[in-house]
């Protein structure tokens, strides 16, 4: 097997690493998207009582799983100005997305009557 800074060194020539970071740039993107989006829809089931049993279990099991991979890929930012550049493009990328979904930001429920199990 070829030492480390050889397998690098060439993944950086045929430009793989550039590959790999971009395809984990947008993966993790999607990833901030997708779970922002089921953070939104468990209020919504939360305030209708409607967050339960397995449903609540395997939520509860995603944001868990969630949080250690954000933790972990937090780890590879390393400076405020990618940090920064991150959450710009979440920014973007969130907007031309609910967009294209129509998922827009801003909703009430229709008849926000005492239903709201809060």
């Known amino acids: ?26 993966a993790h993107l999607l990833n901030c998207e997708a ?7 468990a209020e919504v089931m939360l305030k209708r009582g409607l967050l339960l ?10 944001v868990r799983s969630a949080d250690r991979y954000f933790k972990e890929f937090a780890m ?23 967009e294209w979904a129509k998922v827009t930001t801003e909703w009430e429920p229709i008849n926000n009557s005492d239903k709201i199990c809060e």
Do not use: Y
Not at 35 to 41: C, G, I, K, T, W
């Open 1 to 26: 097997m070829k030492p480390k800074k050889q397998l690098i060194k060439a993944a950086i020539e045929d430009g793989s690493l550039d590959r790999m970071n971009m395809l984990l740039s947008a």
């Open 76 to 98: 590879m930012i390393t400076t405020n100005k990618t940090k920064m550049d991150m959450f710009s493009d979440l920014e973007e990328f969130d907007k031309s997305f609910r």
């Open 53 to 62: 049993g397995e449903l609540k279990m395997r939520h509860n099991d995603f």
């Open 35 to 41: 779970n922002n989006l089921v953070d939104e829809a």
